[in-house]
């Protein structure tokens, strides 16, 4: 049983729309970290949210942390062939346990 | 710097063979985990360390062992293979709060 739910599964966009990725647990985290994998590599670590509410912006990938610290979402403005990747979130119990969400496949088509 | 090194990159064993999956940071890192990521699953975790000298279970540790001698170095163990353990495995690191993890480019392991 997943701690963390994403959805959706799968997304296959153009070119120039924006997408939103969501991760949800019934737990509560200290804090919440979104990661990008592509084929043949290990996750890379984009963002980590701790304070419910925040929302931090990375170029054109906005990511938010729900009030309750239970729920986070990344939304991507724009998007470009060069996001596509297996986006994963992870909640952080404490500093070093995480626990990953299954991923959301993210397809942007040229 | 390296990160994070992990080796083999790629491993077939025969069911009930042993091996041990190395990896190695460069970066001072207390806490160390080892994952292992099967299609639709995510990343489950299977040990991790604290620091050296401390391990503890994630959620999978059946079938594995890992110790922590130095800060650098945190071996996989796996003790008899079975098909079940064919998986893609990371080993990561981190300094902790919201610097998160370094993984690795992982080791892909097929038990046959």
């Known amino acids: 049983t997943q701690l963390l739910e994403q959805s959706p599964q799968f997304l296959s966009i153009q070119e120039g729309e924006n997408l939103t990725v969501y991760c949800n647990s019934s737990?509560?985290?200290?804090?919440l970290q979104w990661y990008r994998q592509e084929p043949g590599e290990g996750p890379v670590l984009l963002v980590t949210v701790v304070t419910g509410g925040e929302v931090k912006k990375l170029k054109r990938l906005t990511f938010q942390f729900g009030d309750a610290r239970k729920d986070s979402s990344l939304h991507i403005t724009a998007a470009q062939p060069g996001d596509t990747g297996l986006y994963l979130c992870?909640?952080?119990?404490?500093?070093?346990?995480?626990?990953f969400g299954a991923g959301t496949t993210v397809t942007v088509r040229a | 710097n390296a990160g994070v090194t992990q080796t083999p990159k790629f491993q077939v064993l025969k069911t009930g063979q042993s091996m041990t999956l190395q990896c190695a940071q460069d970066m001072n890192h207390e806490y160390m985990s080892w994952y292992r990521q099967d299609p639709g699953m995510g990343l489950r975790l299977i040990h991790y360390?604290?620091?050296?000298?401390?391990?503890d279970q994630g959620e999978v540790p059946n079938g594995y062992n890992v110790s922590r001698s130095t800060t650098e170095d945190f071996p996989l163990r796996l003790l008899s293979a079975a098909p079940s353990q064919t998986s893609v495995y990371f080993c990561?690191?981190?300094?902790?709060?919201?610097?998160?993890?370094?993984f690795g480019s992982g080791t892909r392991l097929t038990v046959v």
């Open positions: 992870a909640g952080g119990i404490n500093d070093y346990k995480l626990s």
């Open positions: 990561a690191s981190s300094r902790g709060g919201v610097s998160g993890y370094t």
């Open positions: 360390s604290v620091g050296a000298g401390i391990t």
């Open positions: 737990s509560v985290f200290s804090s």
